[in-house]
């Protein structure tokens, strides 16, 4: 279990879907009216930032941004390699 955020990774999988299938379904919306989908979701990641920010505060929100950049440069990495 995650101490800092109180929840197992089996909580953070179901957290994961719950929210890749909401964006899924703004998606379509926002398809629908025409709307530019990778503006959407530019605004929904500074959103989320600035939602953590005021939440858990500037440093934590920092660190796991860092972290998640290095997941990101390690699946790229991989995917490189297996291209």
Not at 25 to 36: C, T
Request: with cysteine; glycine share 6%; proline share 0%.
């Amino acid at each position: 279990m995650n101490k800092d955020l109180n929840f197992s990774s089996n909580d953070a999988i179901q957290i994961q879907r719950f929210a890749e299938q909401s964006l899924e379904e703004i998606s379509k919306r926002a398809k629908e009216d025409g709307m530019d989908l990778l503006g959407l979701h530019s605004a929904i990641c500074v959103g989320a930032v600035g939602w953590l920010t005021n939440h858990v505060g500037s440093d934590r929100t920092s660190e796991m941004l860092t972290q998640l950049a290095a997941v990101i440069k390690d699946s790229n990495l991989e995917d490189e390699v297996n291209s």
